[in-house]
């Protein structure tokens, strides 16, 4: 349905992006301490989509998703990934939504093989877009990205003493968000976060072991970035970094863009107890949404984040309109 009044001008553009990846090497790699075990769950819970929607008479939509089983190394990672769009006028105006995860398993090389198999190594990266862009006539549109992953592992001290062993890692994260004309937002949310659980207190220590990184920038009124880290791991359980972008287009002012990237290199030293396990939950989650119009736009689970901040923007949204006499 056409709804916009014939005030507001087009061209009108949302975009949308989010690239992350997580490596992390179990002590050190290779062949594990004696009496640690790690094991991985085999059954990960997943979820990745894409949709998209351009109310428009001659609109033309396609959908597909790709699946490729492997994920011995991070040369050969197991791929998943998915493709939305609707689009009018060859392409040149519509809706689109994608993402890409690789995932890869790496277990360790024993020199006496145990028959448990234990993982030493696991690395996880992805990116998702959504896009919305309309030049000629004006319909909602709107592209929306959703992925989650995770994976479980428990590790387990075999011996009659205490034994400490450590996990290293890489995060990375880039985000960006631009919306440029009247009635657009743009949103991308993501969360990479190891939970670790115990029957016992915990006993990790964390350490950095290169300079956090942190780089924002927002460029308008309504344009939101935010970036977070978690790393009281021993307290809370979580190590993870957390980020979104939003922004809002108005018919004043040009293109409002939210954008930056964080970077962190890090080393958890974990002691566990005679015969204690701990549990650690891998679990990533990134969401991109592109939309032109008003109106509710049903998001996916389990993107909360997500979720908070396209209230946020509708809420601002609906202030721009108020203020313009809309």
């Given at each position: 349905m056409l709804w916009f009044s014939a005030s507001i001008a087009v061209p009108v553009n949302a975009n949308s992006g989010?690239?992350?990846?997580?490596?992390?090497?179990?002590?050190?790699?290779?062949?594990?301490?004696?009496?640690?075990?790690?094991?991985?769950?085999?059954?990960?819970?997943?979820?990745?989509?894409?949709?998209?929607?351009?109310?428009?008479?001659?609109?033309?939509?396609?959908?597909?998703?790709?699946?490729?089983?492997?994920?011995?190394?991070?040369?050969?990672?197991?791929?998943?990934?998915?493709?939305?769009?609707?689009?009018?006028?060859a392409a040149t105006e519509g809706s689109f939504a994608s993402?890409?995860?690789?995932?890869?398993?790496?277990?360790?090389?024993?020199?006496?093989?145990?028959?448990?198999?234990?993982?030493s190594e696991e690395g996880i990266g992805g990116n998702g877009q959504a896009q919305a862009t309309l030049s000629t006539e004006l319909y909602d549109t709107q592209g929306v990205s959703d992925v989650f992953f995770e994976r479980t592992f428990t590790f387990s001290n075999q011996n009659l003493s205490a034994l400490t062993f450590g996990i290293q890692g890489d995060f990375e994260m880039d985000l960006f968000a631009t919306a440029d004309g009247q009635n657009s937002f743009a949103n991308t949310f993501a969360q990479v976060d190891m939970f670790f659980s115990s029957q016992n207190p915990l006993d990790i220590v964390f350490a950095d072991t290169s300079p956090y990184v942190n780089n924002q920038n927002e460029v308008g009124d309504n344009a939101l970035f935010y970036l977070q880290r978690e790393t009281d791991v021993a307290n809370t359980g979580h190590l993870s970094l957390t980020g979104s972008a939003s922004a809002i287009g108005t018919n004043i002012g040009g293109l409002t863009q939210a954008f930056g990237n964080s970077a962190m290199s890090?080393?958890?030293?974990?002691?566990?107890?005679?015969?204690?396990?701990?549990?650690?939950?891998?679990?990533?989650?990134?969401?991109?949404?592109?939309?032109?119009?008003?109106?509710?736009?049903?998001?996916?689970?389990?993107?909360?984040?997500?979720?908070?901040?396209?209230?946020?923007?509708?809420l601002v949204f609906r202030r721009q309109k108020q203020s313009l006499g809309g």
């Amino acid at each position: 349905m056409l709804w916009f009044s014939a005030s507001i001008a087009v061209p009108v553009n949302a975009n949308s992006g989010v690239s992350f990846y997580h490596d992390i090497i179990i002590a050190s790699g290779g062949q594990l301490p004696v009496g640690l075990e790690s094991r991985d769950n085999p059954t990960d819970n997943s979820f990745f989509s894409a949709s998209s929607d351009l109310q428009a008479p001659d609109a033309v939509d396609f959908n597909d998703t790709h699946i490729l089983i492997n994920g011995l190394g991070p040369e050969t990672p197991s791929v998943f990934s998915a493709i939305s769009t609707d689009t009018r006028n060859a392409a040149t105006e519509g809706s689109f939504a994608s993402n890409n995860t690789q995932l890869y398993l790496v277990h360790e090389l024993e020199i006496v093989p145990d028959g448990t198999n234990d993982t030493s190594e696991e690395g996880i990266g992805g990116n998702g877009q959504a896009q919305a862009t309309l030049s000629t006539e004006l319909y909602d549109t709107q592209g929306v990205s959703d992925v989650f992953f995770e994976r479980t592992f428990t590790f387990s001290n075999q011996n009659l003493s205490a034994l400490t062993f450590g996990i290293q890692g890489d995060f990375e994260m880039d985000l960006f968000a631009t919306a440029d004309g009247q009635n657009s937002f743009a949103n991308t949310f993501a969360q990479v976060d190891m939970f670790f659980s115990s029957q016992n207190p915990l006993d990790i220590v964390f350490a950095d072991t290169s300079p956090y990184v942190n780089n924002q920038n927002e460029v308008g009124d309504n344009a939101l970035f935010y970036l977070q880290r978690e790393t009281d791991v021993a307290n809370t359980g979580h190590l993870s970094l957390t980020g979104s972008a939003s922004a809002i287009g108005t018919n004043i002012g040009g293109l409002t863009q939210a954008f930056g990237n964080s970077a962190m290199s890090y080393a958890l030293g974990i002691t566990l107890l005679p015969g204690e396990e701990i549990t650690m939950s891998h679990r990533v989650t990134y969401s991109n949404l592109a939309m032109i119009g008003e109106g509710a736009v049903k998001v996916p689970e389990p993107s909360s984040g997500l979720l908070m901040l396209f209230a946020f923007g509708l809420l601002v949204f609906r202030r721009q309109k108020q203020s313009l006499g809309g």
